[in-house]
T-cell receptor, first 115, second 117 residues
Framework: DAGVIQSPRHEVTEMGQEVTLRCKPISGHDYLFWYRQTMMRGLELLIYFNNNVPIDDSGMPEDRFSAKMPNASFSTLKIQPSEPRDSAVYFC?????????????FGPGTRLTVL | AQKVTQAQTEISVVEKEDVTLDCVYETRDTTYYLFWYKQPPSGELVFLIRRNSFDEQNEISGRYSWNFQKSTSSFNFTITASQVVDSAVYFCALSEAYGGATNKLIFGTGTLLAVQP
């Protein structure tokens, strides 16, 4: 089975531009998570969805960040406008809904550089 | 509040040495889960193990073993006979399970393991 798929793997953009990161979770998984990894803050949860519905977006840093999950097999994380401090690796992860905590499987990440 | 502490920032060993990565956690809940993930130089996060708070049995998988001790709130990871391919950043993570609806992971800061040939 395919794991979590993320695209693009690398993104370089200029400050002020809109950036869209994409994620396809593992088929059958009901939870989808977006994380950000930076040297200063480590791995931090931005938002997660259950059955396509956002459950907790308290980790989204600013209104410039938005995330959607239009269907069970696709999610986007958008940054508009982007800023240099948004440079990081963004991970998407998915897990099954099992009534208790289940293992989150991560995608390969998108390395974002904002110049 | 939940917290995961990995006090070892970097460890360097020579191939075939055993190495233990420490993880200490804080939580007020009685039901929780602990995880270890590996992040090799290529950057992906690879799941290694999950342990729930009711299962204190140690686990061994090949050269990997995990020691869970609730009394000291620790979940340490040992690699026996380390190999160069074990070089990576290792993350310990904690998740609470109350309410059945939340499974947010709180990550430690990671330990960079360098295995020298």
């Amino acid at each position: 089975d395919a794991g979590v798929i993320q695209s693009p793997r690398h993104e370089v953009t200029e400050m002020g531009q809109e950036v869209t990161l994409r994620c396809k979770p593992i088929s059958g998984h009901d939870y989808l998570f977006w994380y950000r990894q930076t040297m200063m803050r480590g791995l931090e949860l931005l938002i997660y969805f259950n059955n396509n519905v956002p459950i907790d977006d308290s980790g989204m840093p600013e209104d410039r960040f938005s995330a959607k999950m239009p269907n069970a097999s696709f999610s986007t994380l958008k940054i508009q406008p982007s800023e240099p401090r948004d440079s990081a690796v963004y991970f998407c992860a998915s897990s099954l809904a099992s009534g208790k905590t289940d293992t989150q499987y991560f995608g390969p990440g998108t390395r974002l550089t904002v110049l | 509040a939940q917290k995961v502490t990995q006090a070892q920032t970097e460890i360097s060993v020579v191939e075939k040495e055993d190495v233990t990565l420490d993880c200490v956690y804080e939580t007020r809940d009685t039901t929780y889960y602990l995880f270890w993930y590996k992040q090799p130089p290529s950057g992906e996060l690879v799941f290694l193990i999950r342990r729930n708070s009711f299962d204190e049995q140690n686990e061994i998988s090949g050269r990997y073993s995990w020691n869970f001790q609730k009394s000291t709130s620790s979940f340490n990871f040992t690699i026996t006979a380390s190999q160069v391919v074990d070089s990576a950043v290792y993350f310990c993570a904690l998740s609470e399970a109350y309410g059945g609806a939340t499974n947010k992971l709180i990550f430690g800061t990671g330990t960079l393991l360098a295995v020298q040939p």
